[in-house]
């Protein structure tokens, strides 16, 4: 239990012993007034009880404040009855030594639960092997890394699956670039890259021949018919995508539990087409096509299988989503996936009840938007996508240039990797503080500042505060201080609200929320700082003790995104 909550049951408990509230559920009542001259917590239970009583909420707030005997372990300095609420002010002596002394003692485990029974997998990245992943795909990644921490972290266990898109006619079209100029290369370039290419050539090429679609078409055809051929080449174009795809997982820390890919799916998923077509859920086309009856449900009608055989995403997706449950024995699954596919993923979730699955309904979509750029959307097949490796390697090119200026004295191996996790902090925090469902306008300029609501802001407030308590060598724990000063209870009031926001998170699915806190959490230590002397004060040794648990708390919500901390700055 977190300690606010700790305070409030307790509060309850001796409320309660007042007859009129006896039956009362006075913790759900308990709030953050929305001034801070109102007190640290208020409860409006009285406007609740006037109706009962027939008197005023003002009359009661006063009656009540008269009988409350709070126990000495309570946190709260006093309490007085205003306009109908009933207002607590926290003794903050007591609250920094109960919060400080908590945080000190779990650590790295401060604001996590216990562990619960649910397993839950989660769905992310699903890059495609025809080309190397871009800064949309790394949305989607960064979000589901985040999201998988955060659950973590609140006791569930969790699967992290990525789910690869190995087979279809983007990929017959990268083959049949390769049949066509490849000429049995390998790769001379990072390998993802390498098959990415060939992919925007076919675009190129289908502009002067249109007749290359169909060949592609064909192409697939004989892949689903593992024709020798294409199969062959298919595997090897796959191998060198992957390898690419997997460097730069590794270079972003990002680990999956299980692999999923399409091919593994196209079989089974028309098995289950021919089920639903058993139980009269789907018909035949004319041509052979065949459709899932959907409109009775309220979703459009959908086609799940081409004329010509061939397997489209609904086949396979439609599989893969009925194996997570049944092999994996899981209660929840997550895909984190673009809004764009909402209707999408809504027949999927139908067809998979419809086919007799209760957990269909445990089926969760975690929608986000698109990342635009200053001129607009972008395209892989158009080739004005803006490369994740790219990306990762111009920002990281600008960090180089600001941690040179701050420390020239640091060999280059040092800034190298100092610029690697301020640039890969930069990403994955411009591309997860915002709410998932709105669109991220990206501009790399802004996202490496050193100040503002960035990820190199966040890191650099935790640098500075291993700084300070280096500097400050000898120093005594210290959990509490007679007076208080505006900015430290501010900063303690915050503290006491990250297990809050971890679990608001993890039951919202919103991993921005973290981002939030943090933000707050590092601005109201910098006004900390500047308004507090730590080292040179009379009070170094509280101040020095609040200052690391500081640290912990950033610490732990950077750990919660992802991110890194570089030793300097």
Same mark, same amino acid.
Request: aromatic share 10%.
């Given at each position: ?7 409030k049951?307790?509060l ?15 913790q ?14 208020s ?24 009988k409350?005997k ?5 946190p ?13 002010f ?19 485990k ?30 989607n ?20 699956a990525n ?6 006619l ?11 100029f ?8 990072k ?10 050539k076919f675009?190129k090429?289908a ?15 004989r ?11 298919w595997?090897?174009?796959?191998e060198?995508?992957l390898?690419?795809l ?25 098995e ?12 035949k ?33 439609l599989?893969l ?5 049944e +092999?994996? !024995?899981?209660?929840?699954?997550i895909?984190v996936?673009?809004?764009?596919? $909402?209707m999408?993923? %809504?027949? &999927?979730? *139908?067809?998979?009840?419809l086919?007799?699955?209760k957990?269909?309904n445990?089926c969760?979509?975690l ?9 607009g959307k ?11 490796d790219?990306m ?9 240039k ?5 420390n020239p ?6 800034k190298?990797?100092?610029?690697e ?6 990403l994955?925090?411009?591309l ?10 990206f ?5 490496i ?9 966040l ?6 505060i291993?700084?300070?308590?280096? +500097?400050? !060598?000898?120093?005594?724990?210290n ?6 000063? $505006?900015?430290?209870? %501010?900063? &303690?009031? *915050?503290l006491?609200?990250?297990?809050i ?6 039951s919202?699915?919103r ?11 590092s ?9 507090c ?8 040794d509280?101040r ?9 708390v950033i610490?732990?919500g ?5 991110i ?6």
């Amino acid at each position: 239990m977190n300690i606010l909550d700790k305070i409030k049951q307790d509060l309850e408990k001796d409320l309660k012993k007042i007859s009129l509230l006896k039956h009362e559920n006075i913790q759900q009542t308990l709030r953050k007034p929305p001034q801070s001259s109102f007190g640290d917590l208020s409860t409006g239970i009285c406007f609740k009880l006037a109706k009962k009583l027939k008197k005023s909420p003002n009359q009661i707030a006063e009656e009540i404040s008269k009988k409350i005997k709070l126990s000495k372990k309570i946190p709260v300095s006093k309490f007085e009855a205003k306009d109908g609420y009933i207002n607590f002010f926290f003794d903050y002596e007591k609250l920094s030594e109960l919060t400080l002394k908590t945080i000190l003692k779990q650590k790295e485990k401060y604001g996590s639960s216990k562990k619960k029974k649910e397993k839950i997998m989660i769905e992310f990245s699903q890059p495609n092997t025809n080309k190397p992943m871009h800064i949309g795909h790394a949305r989607n990644t960064f979000l589901g890394d985040s999201l998988s921490n955060i659950l973590e972290f609140s006791g569930y266990k969790i699967t992290r699956a990525n789910y690869l898109g190995d087979t279809g006619l983007h990929i017959a079209k990268v083959i049949l670039m390769y049949k066509m100029f490849g000429k049995n290369k390998k790769p001379d370039i990072k390998p993802d890259h390498f098959i990415g290419n060939l992919y925007i050539k076919f675009e190129k090429e289908a502009k002067k021949n249109p007749d290359l679609t169909e060949e592609a078409k064909e192409i697939l055809r004989r892949y689903e018919q593992e024709d020798k051929e294409i199969i062959k080449i298919w595997k090897k174009l796959r191998e060198w995508a992957l390898k690419g795809l997997n460097e730069t997982y590794r270079r972003l820390k990002i680990k999956f539990d299980v692999d999923f890919f399409e091919s593994e799916f196209e079989k089974e998923g028309k098995e289950y087409v021919k089920k639903l077509l058993e139980k009269k859920i789907a018909h035949k086309l004319k041509d052979g096509a065949v459709v899932a009856d959907l409109e009775k449900y309220g979703l459009p009608s959908t086609i799940i299988l081409r004329a010509d055989g061939t397997a489209l995403y609904h086949t396979k997706d439609l599989a893969l989503g009925i194996k997570k449950f049944e +092999k994996y !024995k899981i209660d929840r699954s997550i895909y984190v996936v673009g809004s764009e596919q $909402k209707m999408y993923l %809504k027949q &999927i979730f *139908k067809m998979i009840e419809l086919l007799g699955y209760k957990k269909a309904n445990q089926c969760y979509h975690l929608p986000y938007g698109l990342v635009m750029l200053p001129e607009g959307k972008m395209s892989s097949r158009k080739g004005n996508a803006v490369l994740l490796d790219n990306m990762l390697n111009e920002l990281k090119h600008l960090a180089y240039k600001k941690v040179e200026k701050n420390n020239p004295n640091l060999s280059a191996q040092e800034k190298n990797i100092i610029s690697e996790k301020i640039a890969i902090g930069a990403l994955k925090y411009a591309l997860v503080k915002i709410s998932p469902e709105r669109n991220v306008l990206f501009n790399k300029k802004d996202v490496i500042k050193f100040e503002g609501n960035t990820g190199p802001y966040l890191q650099y407030s935790n640098v500075r505060i291993n700084s300070i308590l280096k +500097k400050a !060598k000898r120093w005594k724990q210290n959990l509490k201080n007679e007076k208080l000063t $505006k900015q430290e209870k %501010k900063l &303690i009031n *915050k503290l006491i609200e990250f297990p809050i926001v971890v679990e608001k998170a993890s039951s919202d699915y919103r991993p921005h929320y973290i981002c939030n806190y943090i933000y707050e959490l590092s601005t109201i230590f910098n006004e900390f700082y500047h308004a507090c002397p730590v080292i040179k004060s009379e009070q170094k040794d509280f101040r020095l003790t609040l200052t690391k648990a500081t640290g912990i708390v950033i610490e732990n919500g950077l750990n919660l995104l992802g991110i890194e901390i570089p030793n300097k700055m």
